[in-house]
């Protein structure tokens, strides 16, 4: 690695302006003693987030000199081994020497190209000169990984597409600044932009893309480089029909209880495979970050990992681009979307675990949030509530999971209604699904 280079990326990128940044809602320590490591899908926010983690340094009046950012992306540094790392720290202090023995920080994106990071990242560490904070890809820069490879040293948080919060904050509307949004007349735009948010996701780049067209084309981009590409390369998949066709199942049921065993008597009429090659692949698409399996609550461990799970998908465009679409799509889409609300929480709070429930009369609730030893709430999703009948049966499915798992806070989210409701005592709140994600 040349020197001269680098310490001319390092001047470059510290005399780089910031690009605009939208907030995002994620609680990330600065001062932290550990490694701090950002994974998730590629085109989630990363890199931006690492801009904003620079910016407050910035506003804290700290010398600009004390950090520096780099793009393993960049074509001057590749190929990268772990060695080069200490050079790039080597050529750090060479252009600010006066800064050696303090503490800096170094913000280092991509750290997935870099063969062997670990072991240049432990060493950078262990000298105490600077805070680190890493990004990487999930299909390269997997979460359990990095706790393996850093060796207690690191703190990961997982980075997802921008929440609907986050989503209307980037057109313009802040809902934690706004607190009478819900009342004035901007509640009308909201509830447009979340007929957007249902059809193209909220990946940063399809979200601020204004051609309808165009969203959709980097989507479809998405599919096919950063999940299906670097799946097949990570994993040195051969049989990639199946990887396809697997994705299209996955994407076209979310919300579905599904079974590995129906799923590989289904392929193997057209697709030479063994049902452990089928258990594998869906577990590599858990891994990418494309799809989250649910498990069922049960207060037998035993039993969690013995039950069917439920599928969804990492953003609703993805699913718009590659599923088959069919007239049940708005109870899919609104069901991934609190799902995916409901996930962007757990991130924010590790306490936090979510479940569906199905109790031994199949009458099924869609979530369970489990915060230590407690239940803390009960979700159930449905698009509307207006046959008397469906409401009877969702209700009932939820007072029910509510006085066998001993919780209280019950919940109904659907697209419109809204209330309150008593039935023995117990009180069952219904939210329309614009409001309940802006809380």
Known sequence: MDKETVKQIIRENQEFPLPPLVERDVEIPLDSSKIITLSGPRRSGKT???????????????????????????????????????TISECYFELYPHLYGKMN??????????????????????????RLFLTGSSSKFLSKEIATNLRGRALNFEILPFSFKEFIRAKGIDASVDKNLVYSSKRFGVKKMLAEYFETGSFPEVALEKSENLKVRILKEYLNTMFFRDMIERYRIRNEAVIRELIKYFSTNVGNVFSQNNIWKWLKQTHPLTK???????????????????????????????????????????????????????????ENTVFLELKQRQNRNPFSEIFYYQDHEKREVDFVIKERN??????????????????????????????????????????????????????????????????
């Open 105 to 130: 920080y170094a913000f280092l994106d991509e750290i997935q190209n870099v063969k062997d990071w670990e072991l240049g990242i432990r060493r950078i560490y262990d000298t105490g000169n600077f």
């Open 374 to 439: 407690r239940i803390k709430n009960l979700v159930q999703v449905y698009t509307s509530l207006q046959n008397f009948e469906t409401k009877k049966r969702e209700v009932n499915s939820l007072f029910s999971a509510g006085k066998n798992l001993k919780c209280s806070n019950l919940t109904v989210i659907t697209f419109e209604e809204e209330g309150e409701e008593k039935i023995q005592g117990k009180k069952i709140i219904f939210k329309p699904v614009w409001k309940w994600l802006m809380e």
């Open 276 to 334: 452990k090659t089928l258990i594998h692949y869906s577990a590599y698409l858990e891994d990418i970050g494309l799809f989250f399996f649910l498990r069922r609550f049960s207060f037998s461990v035993k039993e969690q990992l013995q039950t069917k799970r439920k599928v969804y998908i990492v953003d609703n465009g993805l699913r718009s681009a590659f599923g088959f679409r069919f007239s049940e799509d708005r109870g899919r889409i609104l």
């Open 48 to 86: 931006f987030l690492l801009y904003s983690f620079m910016k407050k340094i910035v506003q804290a009046k700290i010398n600009p000199e004390k950090m520096f950012y780099i793009s393993f992306d960049d074509p001057r540094l590749l190929p990268c081994t772990a060695s080069d790392l200490q």
